[in-house]
């Protein structure tokens, strides 16, 4: 069954078979939570405040639409809060990216190849990045969510989810740059 097909069954009533979604989500939820809360205590009860948010809110859930998309969207949300509560990072409410529309290209053979190149680097470097890239990053690889699901997750522009892609990687790159300058010095 797929996930959308599980919760229009609890949407009707049977509560038994949300435990499957659960099954499915715990571990992507709490791989995204580590990687997008940079000291991520107690980051297991704020995925079970994510389920029990999912499970309250399940008939506000459109099944036309991925369900992935929607509780990841609930995640985002409590670790966004997860990140306020804590004052931990500055979180940035006028954002100039979502202003702009971009157009976005082709995947193409080279950004594959430095899709390939980015994974390997992503587990040493994720950690340099603000929250806004940790995360957008952390759902492209880590989570191999496309563009529109992205869009969907953090409520921004398609194009925007392009740019700041592209800004991350050339973050990354930039720093491992700068770490083999250090190390050849």
């Known amino acids: 069954m797929t996930d959308e097909e599980i ?3 609890v949407q009707k009533g049977d509560g038994e078979i949300f435990g499957q979604l659960m ?6 939820l709490v791989r995204y939570g580590r990687r997008f ?4 205590e107690n980051i297991e009860d704020i995925v079970q405040d994510v389920f ?6 399940i008939r506000s859930f459109d099944p036309e639409r991925k369900f992935s998309s929607w509780i990841y969207r609930i ?11 804590r004052g931990t990072e500055p979180l ?6 979502a202003l702009i529309s971009h157009t976005l290209y082709e995947d193409g053979e080279q950004e594959k190849k430095e899709d390939e190149e980015m994974r390997v680097l992503l587990a040493k470097g994720i950690e340099n990045l603000s929250a806004m890239y940790r995360e957008i990053v952390t759902l492209y690889y880590f989570e191999n969510l496309g563009y529109e699901q992205i ?23 930039k720093y491992f740059a700068d770490l083999r300058g250090h190390e050849n010095s």
């Not at 809360?37 to 991520?40: F, G, I, N, Q, T």
């Not at 921004?156 to 990687?169: N, Q």
């Open 7 to 9: 919760a229009m069954l």
């Open 92 to 97: 940035i409410s006028f954002d100039f990216d």
């Open 37 to 40: 809360l940079r000291e991520p």
């Open 23 to 28: 099954d499915r989500y715990t571990e992507k």
């Open 75 to 85: 995640a985002h949300n409590a670790f966004v809060n997860a990140l306020r509560d």
């Open 151 to 173: 869009s969907d997750i953090l409520e921004i522009p398609l194009g925007t989810v392009g740019i700041r892609l592209s800004r991350a990687r050339a973050m990354l790159k």
């Open 52 to 57: 029990i948010k999912t499970y309250q809110n």
